[in-house]
Nanobody
Framework: VQLQASGGGLVQAGGSLRLSCAAS????????MGWFRQAPGKEREFVAA????????YYLDSVKGRFTISRDNAKNTVYLQMNSLKPEDTAVYYC????????????????????WGQGTQVTVSS
């Protein structure tokens, strides 16, 4: 599967952005999906994940209540709605896919995911 992330940009603190990740292929519903981010000089960090049906989600503690991950299997797209953005949310955001469903013990591990998008920059100004 090929992944194309979009929707990043520059926003003031407290603002919102919605990231999208479009997947190629006809088997999108076979993949659990995740969002990660990487700030300069830091390791790639798990942000959110969603299972194949969209009925189960996981979040980084610091984004709970502010970010929402969702998917539309008919459109082969996963979304990350980001509200109440903070300067510390500034990073390149990546979507990722893993065939099969989410495993609680692995969902936050970048190495578990099979496919990655190219990343989209999110910059939050104070």
């Amino acid at each position: 599967v090929q992944l194309q992330a979009s929707g990043g940009g520059l926003v003031q603190a407290g603002g919102s952005l919605r990231l999208s990740c479009a997947a190629s292929g006809r088997t999108f519903s076979s993949y659990a999906m995740g969002w990660f981010r990487q700030a300069p000089g830091k390791e790639r960090e798990f942000v959110a994940a969603i299972n194949r049906s969209g009925g189960s989600t996981y979040y980084l503690d610091s984004v709970k209540g502010r970010f929402t991950i969702s998917r539309d299997n008919a459109k082969n797209t996963v979304y990350l709605q980001m509200n109440s953005l903070k300067p510390e949310d500034t990073a390149v955001y990546y979507c990722a896919a893993v065939i099969g469903d989410l495993t609680a013990g692995r969902v936050k591990l970048p190495s578990w995911y099979n496919y990655w998008g190219q990343g989209t920059q999110v910059t939050v100004s104070s």
